[in-house]
């Protein structure tokens, strides 16, 4: 069973909840998975809060805000207060995000008229950002910072 683990580690990185559930799916007893996967996180081979990081950095890279990557990590057994530890950083700017989301699909000029305003806005909140992201990337236009 560690094998698996650590074979599902070398892979990607997991949270202690999804690695859980692929133990578990495999037949592996519920009691031997936690006692491994406390050993692993004692190792440092799986770690919440790295996982947490690699997963927020490769999501925003896709161009996904932090509303959708919250509920993503949800999912995946991340509660929404140590999420916020990371989605929450100062240093990233998420309205950028949103922009550069938007130029991508859309082009680099601000919509023309009320019908791509609101198209633009629909997909980014699909994307997952707030509402004061997208006000501020569409009011952006194509301006870089």
Same mark, same amino acid.
């Given at each position: 069973m560690r094998g698996a683990a650590i074979a599902a580690l070398a892979r990607r990185e997991h949270s202690r909840t999804e690695l859980k559930r692929k133990l578990t799916a495999r037949g592996f007893d519920a009691g031997q998975v936690d006692s491994t996967l406390e050993a692993l996180a004692a190792e440092r081979l799986q770690d919440d809060g790295r996982y947490l990081e690699s997963y927020v950095n490769s999501?925003?890279?896709?161009?996904?805000?932090?509303v959708r990557i919250r509920a993503e990590l949800a999912q995946r057994g991340i509660d929404g207060k140590t999420a916020a530890t990371v989605l929450d950083d100062?240093? +990233?700017?998420?309205s950028a995000l949103a922009n550069a989301a938007r130029a991508k699909k859309?082009?680099?000029?601000?919509?023309?008229?009320?019908?791509? +305003?609101?198209?633009?806005t629909r997909y980014l909140e699909y994307r997952g950002f707030t509402s004061e992201q997208i006000r501020a990337a569409l009011g952006r236009g194509g301006e870089e910072e």
């Amino acid at each position: 069973m560690r094998g698996a683990a650590i074979a599902a580690l070398a892979r990607r990185e997991h949270s202690r909840t999804e690695l859980k559930r692929k133990l578990t799916a495999r037949g592996f007893d519920a009691g031997q998975v936690d006692s491994t996967l406390e050993a692993l996180a004692a190792e440092r081979l799986q770690d919440d809060g790295r996982y947490l990081e690699s997963y927020v950095n490769s999501r925003a890279s896709r161009g996904y805000g932090p509303v959708r990557i919250r509920a993503e990590l949800a999912q995946r057994g991340i509660d929404g207060k140590t999420a916020a530890t990371v989605l929450d950083d100062p240093d +990233r700017d998420w309205s950028a995000l949103a922009n550069a989301a938007r130029a991508k699909k859309f082009g680099r000029g601000a919509p023309g008229t009320m019908q791509d +305003r609101s198209k633009q806005t629909r997909y980014l909140e699909y994307r997952g950002f707030t509402s004061e992201q997208i006000r501020a990337a569409l009011g952006r236009g194509g301006e870089e910072e």
